[in-house]
C-alpha cells in the first residue's frame, strides 16, 4: 500500500499550458508606410456596422503615412463592430470589406471547426497531463528521485528554448509539417513509457535506466508542445475570437477530462503498486486515442469551407504588402518581431503574473499541504477536480461575455497576488480558515479567475496588430505564458522551504 506522500503525487498536474492551420511564415511582417490612397469604400467602418472583408493597406490621399501595426479595426466578419481607436486595446486585427462580403462568409456548419480547435486545445495538453497525473507510478518506481519536480523542468525547459527557436526561425520551415511533427511525437512519447513498462520495467522498483528513458521523454514532449502549441495558438490569432476561445477552453477541458480519469481509477482499481500501474496505463492509454483523433482533425481542418475562407483573406494581405514594400530583409523582419513584441508586452506581463500565482500554489500546495481527516487522500483529488472545472467555466464565459478592457484584466492579474497571503491562511491563519470550506472555495476561485483571465489576454492580445501579424503576436504570447509556467513551477518550491 502507498503511504499519503505517493498517492496526493497523483493529483498533480498542471491545467493550463497551457494555449491547426497556422502559417509562421514572417514575409508577413514587412512594417512601411502604406499606400498614398485608398478607395473610399475601404475606409474603416464606424460603429454598427458588423462585417468586414479583404484587407487594404491604404490610408486617403493626402494623409501622413503612418506605423501600420497601430491602426486597427474591430470585430470582422460576422462580429458586432466597436469605435476602430488605434490605441483602444480591445480593437481587432482583421481588416474592412464591402458590404457585399458578409453574404460570402461561410457558416461554421454544425460548430464543426469550433469543435476542432477545442479538441486540439485538449488534445496538446494530455500527454503533459499523463506524465503527471501518473507520477504517484513513477515515484514508486524511482524513490529516490522527486519526479514531479524534475518532469516540471524537463518540459517547462525544452518546451521554452524550442519556442523561442520558433519564433525566430519559423519563416523557414512550415507550419503543416511542425504540427504534424509534433502530434506524432506526442504518439510516440504516450507509446514509449507504457512499452517500457510491458517490455523492461514490469513494475521493479530501481530501475533507473528507466528513469532517465522516462525524463528524455518527457522533454521530448515538451519540444512537441512547443511545436503544436505555437502553431495552434498562432492560428486562432488570425481569426475571430470564438476559435481562441475554444483552444483555450479545450486546454481547461483537458484538466477535466484527467481528473475524471483519476476520480474512476481511485474508485476501480485498489490502491496499491498493481492499481497505480494500471491506472498510469489508462492515462497513456486515452492519450493515444486523443492524439490521433487531433492529427485526423488538424488535416480535416484545411477543408472546411469557413478556414479556407480566413486563410484566403490572409493571403491576401500578405500578397498587398509584399506588392508595397517587396523583398525582404533580416532586419526588417527583426524589426518588426521586436515591434509586435512592444505591442503584445502588457498582455504578456498579465499571462506571467497569472500562471506564476497559480502554479506557485497548483497543484503543489493542494496536494502536500492541505489535509482533512474526514476526505482523507480524497481531498486532494477533489480540489483539483474543482480547480480544473472552475478553470473550464471561467474559460467558457468568454464566449458569453468578454472582458474588452484590457487594464482592467491586467489589474485582475495583480489582485490575483492577495491569493498568497489567503493560502497562507488557510495553513497558518485561524482555526476555521483551516478548514475544508475557505480551502475549496479558494481553489474555485483560482480555478475560475485563472479561467477567465487567461482566455480575456489570450484572446486581446493579437487583436492589436494587423492581420499579416497576429500569428507572431500569438506565438509571443505563448512564450510570455510558458515563461510563466516555468517561474510559477520554480516559486511552488517556496511552499516546500
Known amino acids: 500500500m502507498m503511504n499519503r506522500h505517493n498517492i496526493s503525487k497523483a493529483n498533480r498536474k498542471i491545467s493550463s499550458h497551457n494555449f491547426v492551420h497556422s502559417d509562421f ?56 463592430a466597436t469605435t476602430a481607436d488605434e490605441d483602444s486595446e480591445s480593437s481587432v486585427l482583421l481588416p474592412t470589406v464591402s458590404a457585399a462580403t458578409p453574404n460570402k462568409i461561410p457558416k461554421d456548419s454544425f460548430h464543426l471547426a469550433y469543435i476542432i480547435y477545442f479538441t486540439l486545445g485538449a488534445g496538446y ?32 525547459v525544452v518546451g521554452l528554448v524550442c519556442l523561442l527557436i520558433i519564433i525566430f526561425y519559423a519563416h523557414k520551415s512550415n507550419a503543416y509539417v511542425r504540427i504534424n511533427v509534433g502530434l506524432g511525437l506526442f504518439v510516440v512519447c504516450l507509446l514509449i513509457v507504457p512499452l517500457m513498462d510491458v517490455f523492461y520495467i514490469k513494475g521493479r522498483v530501481g530501475l533507473y535506466d528507466g528513469f532517465y528513458v522516462t525524463v528524455a521523454t518527457v522533454a521530448l514532449s515538451g519540444l512537441a508542445d512547443a511545436l503544436v502549441q505555437g502553431s495552434l495558438i498562432g492560428a486562432a490569432s488570425e481569426l475571430p475570437e470564438t476559435y481562441m476561445q475554444a483552444v483555450v477552453a479545450g486546454t481547461a477541458g483537458s484538466g477535466v477530462l484527467v481528473s475524471a480519469l483519476r476520480i474512476i481509477t481511485k474508485a476501480v482499481y485498489p490502491q496499491n503498486t498493481d492499481g497505480l500501474r494500471k491506472s498510469a496505463n489508462l492515462y497513456f492509454a486515452v492519450g493515444i486515442v486523443v492524439m490521433v483523433i487531433c492529427l485526423v482533425f488538424y488535416n480535416v481542418a484545411p477543408r472546411l469551407p469557413v478556414m479556407k475562407y480566413y486563410a484566403e483573406l490572409k493571403i491576401q494581405a500578405i500578397n498587398e504588402e509584399k506588392e508595397e514594400n517587396g523583398p525582404l530583409t ?35 500546495y493542494i496536494t502536500e499541504d492541505v489535509h482533512s481527516q474526514i476526505l482523507k487522500d480524497w481531498y486532494p483529488i ?19 461575455y468578454l472582458l474588452e478592457n484590457s487594464k482592467v484584466a491586467i489589474g485582475g492579474t495583480v489582485i490575483r497576488l492577495l491569493f498568497f497571503p489567503l493560502f497562507y491562511g488557510c495553513l497558518h491563519g485561524p482555526k476555521f480558515f483551516r478548514t475544508e470550506i475557505p480551502v475549496t472555495i479558494l481553489t474555485c476561485l483560482l480555478g475560475l479567475t485563472n479561467g ?35 517561474v510559477g513551477s520554480v516559486v511552488s518550491w517556496f511552499w516546500v522551504i
Open 125 to 156: 495538453l494530455l500527454p503533459w497531463n499523463a506524465f503527471i497525473t501518473a507520477v504517484d507510478y513513477f515515484a514508486y518506481l524511482y524513490p529516490d528521485e522527486s519526479v514531479d519536480r524534475i518532469f516540471a523542468v524537463a518540459y517547462f
Open 382 to 400: 477533489l480540489l483539483i477536480t474543482g480547480y480544473n472545472v472552475f478553470d473550464l467555466i471561467g474559460k467558457s464565459l468568454t464566449s458569453v
Open 330 to 364: 533580416v532586419s526588417v523582419l527583426r524589426s518588426t518581431l521586436w515591434h509586435v513584441v512592444d505591442r503584445v508586452k502588457w498582455y504578456g506581463s498579465g499571462i506571467i503574473l497569472i500562471y506564476v500565482v497559480t502554479l506557485a500554489i497548483f497543484p503543489g
Open 25 to 80: 511564415r514572417f514575409i508577413a511582417f514587412v512594417v512601411s508606410k502604406r499606400k498614398d490612397s485608398l478607395p473610399q469604400q475601404a475606409q474603416p467602418v464606424k460603429k454598427q456596422q458588423s462585417q468586414r472583408a479583404p484587407p487594404s493597406c491604404s490610408s486617403s490621399a493626402g494623409s501622413k503615412p503612418r506605423n501600420p501595426l497601430r491602426k486597427i479595426h474591430r470585430f470582422p466578419m460576422g462580429f458586432n
Open 452 to 486: 477567465y483571465l487567461t482566455s480575456v489576454l489570450m484572446i486581446l492580445a493579437p487583436k492589436i496588430v494587423q492581420l499579416q501579424h497576429a500569428e507572431t503576436a500569438g506565438i509571443v504570447i505563448v512564450l510570455f505564458l510558458v515563461v510563466g509556467l516555468a
